[in-house]
């Protein structure tokens, strides 16, 4: 394909889902009625929807309107791209711009606008990150870096660097957490190369990867991941401890991969259901990777930052606070209750974890930490409760 022809696929890409179907739904839908795209179109394809979608207030005030066309002016305005050479209406590429086009788009204005952020949820964000607002707010109107953790039953560090590069990825160390690389080329490698077949390096935001450094975890102890979902931090807790590890999860399906992934990785795991996690209780461990906004991984799902609602957004914090009141039954006295969220937002962090305290005077917080998108992952946030 032309790079103009990739801009016009995208183009009817970001239509779609515009019209309501999820981004994922309508890239596959594309590549299936595309058999002409090869390997590297589809990923360009898929660059430009997302490098829209992450900033798609200030690309629509810079293509002068919301409809996939526009939204690629405004890309290509903001990015510096040859705006006539790809919308040239040569073979497949899009039709040349109109005198209209040519006119309409303008700098973005508003905070809002210039933030890629809805407006109502400006305030919470300032609340939550204070000056470092701007920044934040910066960093995810830009691609994530892809992240690895290192499994380390299987390798150490410079061990999984030298298998990813027979695979023909470089990575190399992220400060972040002692697990953590970061892929500097050929991510789109890792999935199929021995490194990660062999279960040497699983993908893994590297925040995450620090917030299970950050967890009091002692060989021997009974531990229940209780919003386990595909398994990412029961895998990491794996890594790092030989413990008896338990996961249970509100919409079993989601435990699918587990399985599979825990035995890639060398690692055994208990699934539990609902009443058995009550009857293997209590643990000295529970660890709750509540459902959240997402806000701090919204440069990976950025349809997340655009469908959160203020509706939304109260109906989490109580799914959150429900959570963190089954899973304290289940934990040992003297044991540790873990809340975790990947929120840069205080009202789905903190003041989950004060609402929760001050409702039981015996519990209290033993850690917490915040970690923004300046420390180089996602934002994440983790607290730990005793009593
Ligand atoms: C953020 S995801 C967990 C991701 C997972 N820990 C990982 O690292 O891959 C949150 C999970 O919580 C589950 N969940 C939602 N409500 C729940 C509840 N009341 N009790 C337990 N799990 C719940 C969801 O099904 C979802 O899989």
Known sequence: MTPGARIQA???????????TAAEKALTGWARASRFAGSKDRAAVRDHVYDVLRRRR?????????????????????????LDDLFSGAGYAPAPLTEAERMAGRPPAAEGERLDLPDWLLPEMRASLGEALEAEAGALRHRAPVM?????????????????????????????AETALVVTDGA??????????GGLVELQDGASQAAVEALPLCR??????????????????AGRCDARFH?????????????????????EARILRAEECRGEAPFDLVFCDVPCSGSGSWRRDPEGKWRLTPD?????????????????????????????????LREENDARITAFTDARPRWHQTFSRQWR????GDGFFTAHMTR
């Open 312 to 344: 939304r957004l109260s109906e989490l914090t109580r799914v959150q606070d429900a959570i963190l009141s089954e899973a304290a039954e289940l934990v040992a006295p003297g044991g540790v209750l873990v809340y975790a969220t990947c929120s840069l």
């Open 373 to 376: 998108l300046e420390d180089g």
């Open 148 to 176: 690895l953790r290192v499994n380390l039953r299987k390798a150490d560090r410079e061990t999984a660097i030298a298998a990813l590069s027979a695979d023909g990825v470089c990575a190399q160390p992220h400060e972040i």
């Open 58 to 82: 200030s690309l629509a005030a810079l293509g002068g309107g919301e409809n996939g066309r526009a939204l690629l002016i405004g890309l290509c305005r903001d990015d510096g791209l040859p």
């Open 247 to 267: 996961a249970y999860d509100a919409v079993p399906a989601r435990l699918r991969d587990l399985p599979d992934r825990a035995a890639r990785a060398g690692v």
């Open 188 to 197: 789109r490698r890792v999935a199929q190369g021995a490194a990660y077949r």
């Open 220 to 237: 021997g102890m009974k531990v229940l991941d209780y919003c386990a979902g595909g398994g990412g931090k029961l895998l990491a807790m």
């Open 10 to 20: 995208a183009i009817g890409i970001l239509d779609e889902i515009l019209a309501g």
